[in-house]
Protein backbone atom coordinates (compact mmCIF):
# COMPACT_ATOMS: atom_id res chain seq x y z
CA UNK A 1 0.00 0.00 0.00
CA UNK A 2 1.38 3.76 -0.49
CA UNK A 3 0.31 5.51 2.68
CA UNK A 4 2.72 5.67 5.36
CA UNK A 5 1.57 3.25 7.65
CA UNK A 6 2.35 2.85 11.74
CA UNK A 7 4.60 6.23 11.73
CA UNK A 8 1.35 8.27 10.00
CA UNK A 9 -1.54 6.51 11.03
CA UNK A 10 -1.01 5.91 14.67
CA UNK A 11 -1.90 2.42 14.58
CA UNK A 12 0.05 -0.28 13.13
CA UNK A 13 -2.86 -2.77 12.59
CA UNK A 14 -4.57 -0.70 9.94
CA UNK A 15 -2.80 -1.14 6.52
CA UNK A 16 -2.09 -4.88 7.95
CA UNK A 17 -5.96 -5.29 8.57
CA UNK A 18 -6.31 -4.49 5.12
CA UNK A 19 -3.51 -6.89 3.72
CA UNK A 20 -4.80 -9.56 6.05
CA UNK A 21 -8.71 -9.09 4.46
CA UNK A 22 -7.35 -9.20 0.81
CA UNK A 23 -4.41 -11.84 0.90
CA UNK A 24 -6.93 -13.94 -1.63
CA UNK A 25 -8.70 -11.89 -3.63
CA UNK A 26 -8.43 -12.14 -7.12
CA UNK A 27 -5.82 -9.98 -9.18
CA UNK A 28 -6.67 -6.40 -10.45
CA UNK A 29 -8.91 -6.47 -14.02
CA UNK A 30 -6.13 -3.98 -15.55
CA UNK A 31 -3.60 -6.80 -14.83
CA UNK A 32 -5.70 -8.88 -16.08
CA UNK A 33 -6.38 -6.03 -19.46
CA UNK A 34 -2.68 -5.43 -19.63
CA UNK A 35 -1.57 -9.19 -19.75
CA UNK A 36 -1.66 -9.85 -23.33
CA UNK A 37 0.99 -6.68 -23.29
CA UNK A 38 3.13 -8.47 -20.74
CA UNK A 39 2.90 -11.72 -21.50
CA UNK A 40 5.02 -11.01 -24.63
CA UNK A 41 7.80 -9.07 -23.06
CA UNK A 42 11.67 -10.94 -23.31
CA UNK A 43 12.50 -8.50 -20.57
CA UNK A 44 10.35 -10.26 -17.44
CA UNK A 45 11.28 -7.84 -14.91
CA UNK A 46 8.53 -6.33 -13.42
CA UNK A 47 8.09 -3.75 -10.56
CA UNK A 48 5.08 -3.33 -8.16
CA UNK A 49 4.77 -0.58 -6.36
CA UNK A 50 1.88 -0.52 -3.04
CA UNK A 51 2.36 -4.70 -3.67
CA UNK A 52 -0.46 -5.13 -0.52
CA UNK A 53 -1.47 -8.98 -0.32
CA UNK A 54 0.66 -9.71 -4.03
CA UNK A 55 -1.94 -11.14 -5.98
CA UNK A 56 -0.43 -10.12 -9.07
CA UNK A 57 3.32 -10.36 -8.18
CA UNK A 58 1.96 -14.39 -7.43
CA UNK A 59 0.40 -14.28 -10.68
CA UNK A 60 3.76 -12.79 -12.46
CA UNK A 61 6.02 -14.84 -10.65
CA UNK A 62 3.72 -17.92 -11.86
CA UNK A 63 4.95 -16.64 -15.05
CA UNK A 64 8.98 -16.76 -14.37
CA UNK A 65 8.81 -12.68 -13.80
CA UNK A 66 11.76 -11.21 -11.40
CA UNK A 67 9.48 -9.38 -9.39
CA UNK A 68 10.37 -6.59 -7.18
CA UNK A 69 7.89 -5.18 -4.50
CA UNK A 70 7.44 -1.81 -3.19
CA UNK A 71 5.30 -1.57 0.00
CA UNK A 72 5.66 0.60 3.10
CA UNK A 73 3.75 -2.03 5.01
CA UNK A 74 5.83 -4.76 6.02
CA UNK A 75 3.53 -7.15 6.40
CA UNK A 76 3.11 -6.91 2.76
CA UNK A 77 6.28 -9.09 2.72
CA UNK A 78 5.25 -11.15 5.33
CA UNK A 79 2.15 -12.31 3.42
CA UNK A 80 3.63 -12.58 0.39
CA UNK A 81 6.14 -15.31 1.52
CA UNK A 82 3.32 -17.27 2.59
CA UNK A 83 2.23 -17.05 -1.35
CA UNK A 84 5.11 -17.94 -2.74
CA UNK A 85 7.95 -19.72 -2.19
CA UNK A 86 9.75 -18.16 -4.98
CA UNK A 87 12.29 -15.48 -4.33
CA UNK A 88 11.54 -11.56 -5.19
CA UNK A 89 12.76 -8.55 -4.41
CA UNK A 90 10.91 -6.28 -1.68
CA UNK A 91 11.63 -2.85 -0.65
CA UNK A 92 10.10 -1.90 2.75
CA UNK A 93 10.18 2.34 1.46
CA UNK A 94 7.93 4.98 0.26
CA UNK A 95 7.53 5.62 -3.31
CA UNK A 96 10.08 8.33 -3.72
CA UNK A 97 12.65 6.78 -2.35
CA UNK A 98 12.49 3.54 -4.42
CA UNK A 99 15.90 2.23 -5.69
CA UNK A 100 15.27 1.09 -9.11
CA UNK A 101 18.05 -1.26 -10.61
CA UNK A 102 18.06 -2.04 -13.99
CA UNK A 103 15.40 -1.63 -16.64
CA UNK A 104 11.36 -3.40 -15.72
CA UNK A 105 9.15 -4.20 -18.88
CA UNK A 106 6.03 -3.97 -16.36
CA UNK A 107 5.29 -1.53 -13.33
CA UNK A 108 1.72 -1.67 -11.82
CA UNK A 109 0.46 0.72 -9.31
CA UNK A 110 -3.02 -0.25 -8.44
CA UNK A 111 -4.72 2.05 -6.18
CA UNK A 112 -1.68 3.00 -4.60
CA UNK A 113 -0.36 5.96 -5.80
CA UNK A 114 -2.86 7.85 -4.41
CA UNK A 115 -2.13 7.29 -0.65
CA UNK A 116 1.36 8.81 -0.82
CA UNK A 117 2.52 12.08 -1.53
CA UNK A 118 1.38 14.16 -4.56
CA UNK A 119 4.29 16.34 -4.37
CA UNK A 120 6.42 13.54 -5.77
CA UNK A 121 4.05 11.96 -8.61
CA UNK A 122 5.64 13.59 -11.66
CA UNK A 123 9.45 12.41 -10.10
CA UNK A 124 8.03 8.88 -9.96
CA UNK A 125 6.07 8.55 -13.12
CA UNK A 126 9.33 10.24 -14.90
CA UNK A 127 11.65 7.83 -12.99
CA UNK A 128 9.69 4.83 -13.92
CA UNK A 129 9.86 5.91 -17.66
CA UNK A 130 13.50 6.10 -17.40
CA UNK A 131 13.46 2.39 -16.05
CA UNK A 132 11.45 0.88 -18.71
CA UNK A 133 12.61 -0.97 -21.24
CA UNK A 134 11.15 0.46 -24.97
CA UNK A 135 7.50 -1.06 -25.27
CA UNK A 136 7.68 -1.48 -21.57
CA UNK A 137 4.00 -0.65 -19.75
CA UNK A 138 2.75 1.12 -16.74
CA UNK A 139 -0.30 0.21 -15.12
CA UNK A 140 -2.13 2.18 -12.52
CA UNK A 141 -4.82 3.59 -11.03
CA UNK A 142 -5.19 7.27 -10.21
CA UNK A 143 -8.24 8.56 -7.91
CA UNK A 144 -10.63 11.25 -9.39
CA UNK A 145 -11.51 14.18 -6.75
CA UNK A 146 -14.92 12.65 -6.38
CA UNK A 147 -13.72 9.74 -4.67
CA UNK A 148 -14.76 9.38 -1.27
CA UNK A 149 -10.96 8.95 0.37
CA UNK A 150 -9.64 11.82 -1.50
CA UNK A 151 -13.06 13.85 -0.86
CA UNK A 152 -11.76 13.34 3.16
CA UNK A 153 -8.74 13.56 2.58
CA UNK A 154 -6.90 10.40 2.85
CA UNK A 155 -5.38 10.58 -0.58
CA UNK A 156 -5.29 12.97 -3.63
CA UNK A 157 -7.16 13.12 -6.92
CA UNK A 158 -6.26 14.23 -10.35
CA UNK A 159 -8.20 15.44 -13.45
CA UNK A 160 -8.18 13.74 -16.86
CA UNK A 161 -6.15 16.67 -18.03
CA UNK A 162 -3.78 16.36 -15.80
CA UNK A 163 -2.95 13.04 -16.39
CA UNK A 164 -2.30 13.93 -20.01
CA UNK A 165 0.19 16.51 -18.69
CA UNK A 166 1.60 14.22 -16.24
CA UNK A 167 2.32 11.48 -18.88
CA UNK A 168 3.20 13.69 -21.78
CA UNK A 169 6.64 11.47 -22.24
CA UNK A 170 4.63 8.07 -22.82
CA UNK A 171 1.81 6.89 -25.19
CA UNK A 172 -1.59 6.78 -23.57
CA UNK A 173 -3.08 2.80 -24.41
CA UNK A 174 -5.74 3.47 -22.12
CA UNK A 175 -7.41 5.71 -19.90
CA UNK A 176 -11.05 4.98 -18.34
CA UNK A 177 -12.88 6.50 -15.65
CA UNK A 178 -14.53 3.71 -13.36
CA UNK A 179 -17.04 4.53 -10.71
CA UNK A 180 -18.99 2.75 -8.15
CA UNK A 181 -20.23 2.30 -4.80
CA UNK A 182 -18.23 0.43 -2.18
CA UNK A 183 -20.05 -0.83 1.14
CA UNK A 184 -17.56 -0.85 4.19
CA UNK A 185 -18.08 -1.45 7.42
CA UNK A 186 -18.15 2.02 7.89
CA UNK A 187 -20.37 3.25 5.50
CA UNK A 188 -20.42 3.45 1.57
CA UNK A 189 -17.49 4.46 -0.27
CA UNK A 190 -17.82 6.69 -3.49
CA UNK A 191 -15.12 4.87 -6.01
CA UNK A 192 -14.14 6.71 -8.98
CA UNK A 193 -10.42 6.48 -10.49
CA UNK A 194 -9.03 6.43 -13.64
CA UNK A 195 -7.83 3.16 -14.96
CA UNK A 196 -4.21 3.77 -17.12
CA UNK A 197 -2.20 2.01 -19.23
CA UNK A 198 0.92 3.95 -20.76
CA UNK A 199 3.91 2.32 -22.79
CA UNK A 200 7.40 3.60 -23.09
CA UNK A 201 7.75 3.94 -27.30
CA UNK A 202 11.19 5.75 -27.60
Known amino acids: MGENSSETLGEKSKWESYIEKTKRSRVNDLHILSKLIWMNQKNKRALSLGTGSGSEVVDLIKYKW ?20 KKFEFQNVSF ?50 KHTFVKNKKSYGVTREKIGEIFKKYK ?31
Open 66 to 85: DVTCVDIEKYSEIVLKTRTK
Open 96 to 145: ENIKYRGKYSYVSAYNALPFGDKKYLQEIVDKIYKHLVKGGIFVLTLFTN
Open 172 to 202: IDWCEKAEYDQQRKFGVVKWSAYEIIVRKNK
